[in-house]
Each structure stands twice: as C-alpha cells, then as structure tokens.
C-alpha cells in the first residue's frame, strides 16, 4: 500500500526527531517521497512514532488456549500500538524444539497482525538440567534463550549455558531470583505482607541472584538481558556493572514503576505478580533508573489469566497481568510524572527495545520497516473489561483513567489495527 500519514507530529527517538512533518510508505517501508498516494491519514494533533517493541508479551500458545488465544493477543498488541513483541518460551510444551518455534512463527504470521519473535528454552522443558539445541532453536527463529520464570537451581547448569551461548553470540535472558529465598512467597517481604499475613519475598532473593548472574557475565562474556528488575539495590548493580563495560541490559515491567506493595489493599489478586510489587523506595528506584537509561527498556510483561485462576484468594490466585494494551499510556504517565520528553520516554518502548532485541525496526528514517503506531496523547479512556481486546481481564489498572489513545498501527505498511 501506498500511503502517507500527513502532518502529525513525528517523534523518533533512534534520531532524536521531534517535528511536524509527513511520512510517506511505499513496499512495507518509510520512503522519501511519495507520488500518488492510495490513501491520505490525516494526523494533525496525532503523534506518529515507531511502532511499540515490547520484549515480554505472554501468548499462551500453544498449551494454554483457555487462557488466552493467538488472535486476542496480536489483535491487543496492535491495539495497543505494539508492532513487534518477544514471547517467553513458558508455553505447553516450553518452546523447547525447532518444530514448535517455527509452527508459533507460522500462526502469528497467517494473522498478519504484529511481529512474534520467539524466545527459545535455555533448558529442555525448562527443568533446568538439560540445555537445549539452541543452535536449532536459532535457526527456527529464537532470538535469545530464558527460563522465563521457571529457576535454574542448578549453577553449574547455568555457567555451561551461558558458556554454550556465548560461543555462538547468542543473548541470555533471565530474570535474577533465587529460587530457595523466594520459595513459597507471594509478596514483597514487608510491613505490608506481614500486615496481610502474606508470605514474603526478601529484595535480596534478587540480588544475590543477580550477583551471580553478574560473575559468571565476567566468566564467560555472555550477553546478558536481566528481566523485571524490582528492586533499588538491583539497579545500582546493574549501574555498576554497566559502568564496569560487561555486555549487560535490563528492563522492567511497567507495573512496576507506577505501583507498589501498598497497592495490594485488600489482597487485590489483580496485583499477585512475579516479581512482586516491592515498596514505595524501590518503586522510586526503578522509575529513575529507566528515566536515566540505568534500565534499558520497559516492557508490558503480558500475563493473561483466566478467571477461574485470577479470583481466588491472593496467595492462592496465578500471577500477571494483561498489558499489551496499556504499554504505551502507562509509559507516557511515567514520562509525565518525571518530566521526561516524549522522544526520550517513548525510547524505552521503541529504539532501546530494538537495540536489545536485535530487530530493524524501532525508527522513522528512509528504508526502515514501516512498522508506526498514530496516538493521541492527551486523549482520556478508562481501564474496562469490556474495553480490552486481550482475552485476559486482570489488570490492577482496571477502572483508572489514563491518556493516550492509539488511533491507528502499521506494520510492514498495512494498516492493522484503526479506531473507530
């Protein structure tokens, strides 16, 4: 299609543009100019910026299809202006072989909705004793190898792994929790979780987890994705080991920087999630640490849950939350709220999350993927079940206001998703 989006404002954080200007496409890409176009957006008041990256959306296929199905999920991210997205290998069977990789790559691309990069098992059935293919599972498509949240107890596993994917300059991504400490909790280890009777989660199960991530980073030369950071103390390491040069990025869930451990209130299971909400300080911590770049990028960390797992008492309710579609207005609340400009918040979500995923996409600039997401920025709706176009209702957001409507995704040059 040849289309041009005319007057919007066009901020690209890869290039740091932030201007009044029309974008032309032409054969799935940003082109120069444009003659003839088949058809004219008109965007004045409209913000056009890549399209979303988000590097942790759960899609509960294959295995979990009574939580969430392929089509309610692309059709959320694209909705939620999110082009591209990675999946945790956390499926039934874990994406833990060749033939289930390329049959998940198969299904997302018949929809024609966003892009699905698989992310592949770093163990066989994510049991932690056995490592994977990953030369295999590479070729298929994985573009970095997890655990996703299942432990690695085993740290001689984990160094022949990180051995393993560094001979061949693959990406690790793990989240840094140890499995003894955080056993059996559902909570920040706190006043609030004692208050609740609630078992806890000491900050330090992170860190020490995340400190012998950071050594055998030193060992082995891996490149490391550290996932869902959630407490103050783990950011400064991440600061310190940046500062020392190891090949070292991070996120965090967006929950996370808006949210704390307070914010369970009653036992809100809507507010059961792995990591936990940690305290005020540490949501602070984390808030800043993405302002400054310290973390690398935010992502949705999209869990849909069913119903029948999600209302039960707190302790005994599955965790997540569904978040492909509020990605972007919570990222543009916390720029707001930090005082951050539009180019350097939506940064997170587009050309630093392109960076770490090893995509092309993430820009506006001529030849690039035409992979955009038009939004209004100021624009209010209100966090309802009957809103979300995810098959999963649990959001600890529901019933808030937030700004920042998408009125229309691109991806590849079609227009997928357009509000009515």
């Known amino acids: 299609m040849k289309l041009l989006v005319r007057g919007a404002r066009v901020v690209d954080p890869a290039s740091g543009r932030d201007a009044i200007a029309d974008v032309a496409i032409a054969d799935g890409r940003i082109a120069e100019r444009l003659e003839a176009p088949e058809r004219v957006i ?21 295995g ?27 499926t039934d069977p874990p994406l833990d072989e060749p033939g289930l990789v390329d049959m998940l790559r198969r299904r997302a691309k018949s929809l024609s909705r966003a892009r699905v990069y698989p992310v592949g098992a770093l163990t066989v059935k ?45 990406p690790v991504w793990l989240r840094a929790e140890d499995a003894w400490l955080a056993s059996g909790g559902v909570a ?23 400190a012998t991530l950071v050594e055998l980073v030193r060992a082995t030369g891996t490149r490391l994705h550290v996932c869902r950071l959630s407490t103050a103390a783990a950011v400064e390491m991440v600061r310190a080991a940046k500062r020392e040069g190891l090949p070292v990025t991070c996120d965090v869930a967006i929950h996370h920087v808006h949210l704390c451990d307070a914010d369970i209130g009653f036992f809100d299971s809507n507010c059961r999630l792995e990591p936990p909400l940690r305290s005020a300080r540490d949501r602070e911590a984390l808030a800043a640490g993405l302002a400054d770049g310290t973390i690398d990028c935010a992502v949705s960390d999209h869990t849909p849950v069913d119903e029948d797992r999600k209302q039960l008492p707190f302790d005994e309710a599955e965790p997540g939350a569904t978040a492909l579609e509020l990605l972007l207005p919570l990222t543009l609340k916390w720029a707001a709220e930090r005082g951050l400009p539009l180019v350097r918040a939506l940064a997170r979500v587009t050309s630093d999350a392109a960076r770490v995923l090893g995509c092309a996409g993430g820009r506006i600039a001529p030849g690039a993927p035409a992979d955009l997401v038009l939004f209004d920025p100021k624009a209010p709706f209100r966090v309802a079940p009957e809103t979300l176009k995810s098959q999963g209702r649990n959001t600890p957001f529901l019933g808030r206001e937030l700004a920042g409507r998408v009125r229309a995704t691109i991806v590849a040059g079609q227009i997928v998703y357009e509000a009515q």
């Open 42 to 62: 008109e965007a004045d008041g409209l913000v056009l910026a890549p399209g979303l990256i988000d590097l942790s959306a759960r899609l509960r296929e294959p």
């Open 64 to 90: 979990y299809e009574y939580k969430a199905r392929l089509e309610s999920e692309l059709e959320a991210a694209v909705a939620g202006g999110v082009t591209s997205l990675a999946c945790p290998p956390d």
């Open 126 to 170: 994510l049991a932690g004793e056995r490592l994977t293919e990953m030369v295999e599972l590479a070729a298929a498509g994985c573009v970095a190898f997890s655990q996703a949240n299942a432990p690695l107890k085993d740290t001689q596993v984990l160094w022949r792994a990180m051995q393993y994917a560094a001979t061949f300059g693959y």
């Open 188 to 210: 920040h280890d706190g006043e609030h979780a004692t208050r609740l009777g609630l078992p806890g989660i000491p900050p330090f199960a992170e860190t020490i987890a995340l």
